[in-house]
Nanobody, 125 residues
Framework: EVQLQASGGGLVQAGDSLRLSCTASASGFTFDDYAIGWFRRAPGKEREAVSCISASDHSTFYANSVKGRFTISRDNAKNTAYLQMNSLKAEDTAVYYC????????????????WGYGTQVTVSS
C-alpha cells in the first residue's frame, strides 16, 4: 500500500516561509514514475490545486494564487517532494495534501491517485 506523508506545516506569521515535505513509502512503488501534486483545503472552501511537478522532466505548474511565492521540487533519491512557501499570506491558511499520479494533468481527478494525509498551515496576519 502506498503511503504519502505530508509534513512541515505549522503556525507562522504573514510574510514568513515554510517548507512542506511529501514522502512516499511502499514496496513496489517507484516514486520517480509519479507526478506529485500539492493541494489545499481551507475551512469552508473546496479543495484547491496548488502545484504539481511532473515525473518525466520535472515540469512544474502553479496556481495563480501562489505563483512567484511557492516553489515545488522533488528529490527522487529520497522519495520526497517539497513545497517551499514564501511570503505567506493569511489566505494560504489550509490543510495541505500531496498526491501522486502518473501525470499532473490527471492528479486531481483520477480514481487511481494516491492521496496522503495533510499537514496544517496556519498564517496569522
Amino acid at each position: 500500500e502506498v503511503q504519502l506523508q505530508a509534513s512541515g506545516g505549522g503556525l507562522v506569521q504573514a510574510g514568513d516561509s515554510l517548507r512542506l515535505s511529501c514522502t512516499a513509502s511502499a514496496s513496489g512503488f517507484t516514486f520517480d514514475d509519479y507526478a506529485i501534486g500539492w493541494f489545499r483545503r481551507a475551512p469552508g472552501k473546496e479543495r484547491e490545486a496548488v502545484s504539481c511537478i511532473s515525473a518525466s522532466d520535472h515540469s512544474t505548474f502553479y496556481a495563480n494564487s501562489v505563483k512567484g511565492r511557492f516553489t515545488i521540487s522533488r528529490d527522487n533519491a529520497k522519495n520526497t517532494a517539497y513545497l517551499q512557501m514564501n511570503s505567506l499570506k493569511a489566505e494560504d491558511t489550509a490543510v495541505y495534501y500531496c498526491a501522486a499520479e502518473l501525470s499532473c494533468a490527471v492528479v486531481a481527478g483520477s480514481p487511481t491517485t494516491y492521496w496522503g494525509y495533510g499537514t496544517q498551515v496556519t498564517v496569522s496576519s
